[in-house]
């Protein structure tokens, strides 16, 4: 079906091809070096993100076990190998920090949002190179100054990645990595924001303004809808974010006391402090906290759904109720902050109100869920890693979705509040969920980046142990917190919770052999960079415009001549001339759909 | 592999629901008047999250199986009602669904929050701090006195504050690390911290509330049964946050007796 255009011209972006070494692999302006740079930070943060998980789950299973090389690295932190309280939580803090910031916000959004928003709505690059160039080495900067409060005398702050007043707020005073490490903390999260806000400019705009002629916005693909949805988010929650660490910092290094109140007794001193308010940090972190969260989902939704799409062979059954619910999660993940903060101390009823929403945003979450699971029926669907993984994302949100039935409701929230089954919730839907869109999209889009076809053998080897093994990580957390197992705890030395220290251990071990499965993943990348076979153009018979450029792709996407679109992504499933099952969507052939009883 | 993957699906679904349904790990046993509301509450959701949990892998299963490559034939064929009815469906029956559970939950929440302690309810101050709990008892006076932050002094054991020298009111109050009570009685808890952020959990009464620098809040509760309970601080609030706990007992009203007379004798 032909549509006139209706989409503006788009912006005049050219820059020139880069010539030397340092414009073409360091300080590149082209998206896809940028979007590549992204994915590369965020498998360091990965790596030690997950490296940290392993040294915190032995000292859960095993409290006084001596770690081989532990002392060397800290000797305060860990004498004789064996991890201190303070240290844990330090560990803590920064395995929570670096995986919900540089992995889980960096890899789905701002790697593959990078590398393929420009290609998807048919232009040569990001209406604002330069700011793109420095958006990544804005966040890169961010993971350097909060990978440096591992070496101050101090180490890292204790306080969790939710860094709540006063704990975070009053100083050294309050424990070790309080003073100098809660700082840099603060500093790496602003600088993390600054160049979050650069990249969701230049996403929105990029989605405005350079889409090429007959790519109007009903023809976007949904990756593209959902990183622009996730920019929007990105703006706002970002935006505040950075002003509550500002303030965080002021009371550190400027004597004010934004959140902290008067009266306050520390080592039998009266501290100076007077008119700041605790609940003050909670309301600005977790109205950003909650969009966080759908910011590091909602790509991965459109990851998943793009690969899955061309994996069934067919279209979601109705791709316009998959992006209502995208935007309708966006808009309520504003309303429902305040259910992280049910017995807080604020109005009690105001935890009924939060609730209202917190409940209600299970609607959207199920029509996606729903929508998934109704467009496999009847299809076609292929098998091999990327589709694996998308499939895995789907039964992972569910599960970790249904948790949130319990959490949304306060009086339940009574006996979940910081226990094990909140850490069990968040890790399903949003970290393995997440991690899960990641590899599905890396598995399908490395042909593209690179040329070269992964290893499908070590793909499927990759999928399956990760799948069983991250269940086998993660449902558990959902028991011990029915059991009342508090979270955050460097070791369990209450009476009641004894009888859970066998279940910590099985957690432990499935954790240790699931993270060494992540090697073959990493192996697989590394080997096929390089000795993979050749990739097609269109290995996975797609419709979306990275698939009509050869793979890699040039410098400047579509060789300086923009593409002209006719359809939408959806077209398969259809009867073309060539006998194809798809049609592109810069193809002007119209597409004849094939459906039950044609 | 689609078939593997279907049943692998089902089986984790079959085998995660499996310690929920034998209760293997289970909160300890409820010793509040109001606790039954929540667990009530908890089997129901339980209930409606299980189904849900188990129908939707078991579906994504079933398609995963059923429609799975290869298949060269035959044309794509579309969900029985498509989009239109997955939608109705995810709207009335989970609109219905969570604002049942609302509704229903609201109660619970209500009882614990909503309702002023009774008149008769004997009020014991806790005060929160790295990295202990600690009780304040009013005495016979039946009154607390001021506290006076600056005079905290944990090296003289002057755990709140108190000028016993100056405050009248003072000089009777009874404070204890540990918070035993009497069955069956009404308790007005009054909550402060100390320091930084902390909470106040007791599983087995079901009661959770944080301490908030700068707010003085309160819970209200009766315990039914005797015994020895954990009160532990579900806030993080530094290296010791792991460690701090009080114990909380509950006695007859004779041993509670016997209990304050040694406690204040001991001040």
């Not at chain 1, 950075?242 to 004597?255: F, T």
């Not at chain 1, 959140?259 to 306050?264: A, V």
């Not at chain 1, 080897?461 to 990580?473: A, E, K, N, P, S």
Request: glycine share 8%.
């Amino acid at each position: 079906m032909h549509e006139t255009s209706a989409a503006p011209a788009p912006a005049a972006q050219h820059h020139g091809p880069p010539t030397t070494f340092i414009s073409k692999h360091v300080f590149s302006l082209d998206h896809k070096v940028i979007g590549l740079q992204y994915y590369g930070l965020a498998l360091v943060a990965v790596f030690v993100g997950m490296v940290l998980s392993w040294l915190m789950r032995i000292h859960l299973g095993w409290t006084n076990a001596a770690i081989p090389g532990l002392q060397a690295i800290s000797p305060n932190g860990a004498p004789g190998g064996v991890i201190t309280p303070e240290y844990y939580l330090q560990l803590m803090t920064m395995h929570a920090t670096l995986m919900v910031f540089f992995v889980l916000t960096t890899a789905p959004f701002a790697a593959f949002g990078n590398y393929f928003l420009p290609i998807q709505v048919g232009a040569e690059d990001m209406p604002f190179p330069h700011f793109n160039m420095m958006s990544f080495w804005t966040t890169l900067t961010a993971f350097c100054v909060l990978i440096s409060a591992f070496f101050v005398s101090d180490g890292p702050p204790l306080s969790g990645w939710t860094a709540y007043a006063p704990l975070s707020a009053i100083g050294k005073v309050a424990g070790p990595g309080e003073g100098m490490g809660q700082v840099i903390w603060a500093t790496a999260i602003g600088i993390f924001c600054i160049g979050q806000l650069l990249g969701a400019l230049n996403f929105i705009s990029t989605v405005l303004d350079m889409r090429c002629k007959g790519m109007t916005l009903s023809r976007l693909p949904i990756t593209a809808w959902a990183w622009f949805i996730t920019s929007c988010m990105g703006l706002t929650a970002f935006a505040v974010l950075m002003p509550a660490c500002i303030l965080l910092i002021l009371d550190h290094v400027a004597g004010t006391s934004f959140f902290i109140p008067s009266g306050l007794v520390i080592n039998d001193q009266l501290l100076p402090h007077s008119g700041g308010s605790t609940l003050l940090w909670q309301h600005l972190f977790w109205f950003f906290g909650h969009p966080e969260v759908y910011i590091a989902i909602v790509p991965g939704m459109g990851i998943v759904t793009h690969v899955l799409v061309t994996n069934m062979r067919r279209p979601m059954l109705s791709t316009k109720a998959l992006l209502y619910s995208m935007w309708a999660l966006a808009f309520l993940s504003y309303m429902v902050y305040g259910h992280h903060m049910f017995v807080s101390g604020m109005n009690p009823f105001s935890s009924l109100v939060f609730s209202f929403p917190t409940l209600m945003i299970t609607i959207p979450s199920t029509i996606v869920v729903l929508l998934w699971i109704g467009s496999l029926y009847g299809s076609k669907l292929r098998i091999n890693s990327a589709s694996l993984f998308a499939l895995g994302f789907v039964s992972m949100f569910v599960s970790g979705g249904v948790s949130g039935f319990f959490l949304a409701q306060p009086s339940l929230d009574i006996m979940l509040h910081a226990t094990y089954f909140v850490v069990g919730h968040f890790h399903m839907v949003m970290g393995v969920a997440a991690m899960f869109g990641i590899f599905s999209g890396t598995y399908f889009w490395f042909p593209k980046m690179t040329g070269r076809m992964m290893n499908e053998t070590l793909g499927k080897t990759h999928f399956w142990l990760t799948f069983v093994g991250t269940y086998c990580i993660f449902m558990p957390f959902h028991y011990l917190g029915m059991a009342g197992n508090v979270r955050r705890y460097a070791s369990f030395t209450d009476d009641y919770l004894q009888r859970l220290i066998p279940l910590h251990q099985f957690i432990t071990i499935a954790a240790l052999f699931t993270g060494s499965v992540q090697l073959i993943f990493f192996y697989n990348l590394i080997y096929s960079r390089f000795r993979g076979p050749q990739a097609s153009a269109n290995p996975w018979e797609g419709t979306s415009l990275e698939w009509i450029m050869p793979s890699p792709p040039p410098w400047n996407n579509f060789g300086g001549k923009d593409p002209i679109v006719y359809h939408d992504a959806d077209q398969y499933g259809v009867r073309t001339s060539t006998g194809a099952d798809y049609i592109m969507q810069n193809s002007p052939e119209s597409a004849v759909v094939v459906r039950d009883g044609d | 592999m689609a078939k593997l993957l279907a049943v692998t699906i089902i089986v984790i679904a079959i085998l995660s629901a499996i310690p929920v349904v034998m209760n293997t790990w289970k909160a300890p046993a409820d010793i509040s008047t109001h606790g039954h509301l929540i667990d009530n509450q908890m089997s129901d959701t339980m209930v409606e999250a299980g189904v849900s949990f188990l129908a939707a892998q078991i579906l994504l299963a079933i398609f995963i199986w059923q429609f799975s490559s290869p298949r060269t034939d035959g044309k794509v064929k579309t969900f029985p009602g498509g989009a239109k009815g997955l939608v109705i469906a995810a709207i009335v029956l989970v609109g219905v669904e969570v604002l049942a559970l609302g509704a229903f939950g609201s109660k619970a929440w209500a009882q614990v929050y909503f309702t002023p302690p009774g008149v008769d309810a004997m009020p014991i101050q806790v005060q929160a701090g790295q990295f202990a709990f600690y009780f304040r008892y009013p005495g016979p006076d039946g009154k607390f006195g001021p506290l006076h932050p600056e005079m905290i002094n944990e090296g003289n054991q002057n755990l709140f504050g108190l000028d016993p020298e100056h405050d009248v009111d003072s000089r009777d109050d009874i404070v204890t690390a540990e918070m035993a009570i009497p069955v069956n009685k009404e308790i007005h808890l009054l909550m402060h911290a100390k320091d930084v952020s902390h909470s106040f959990y007791v599983p087995a009464l079901r009661i959770h509330q944080d301490f908030v620098p700068g707010l003085d809040l309160s819970l209200h509760f009766t315990a039914t049964q005797i015994g020895k309970y954990e009160i532990v601080c579900s806030q993080l609030c530094g290296l010791g946050h792991y460690n701090m706990r009080a114990y909380l007992e509950v006695m007859s009203p004779q041993d509670f007796d016997d209990w304050q007379k040694k406690q204040a004798a001991a001040q």
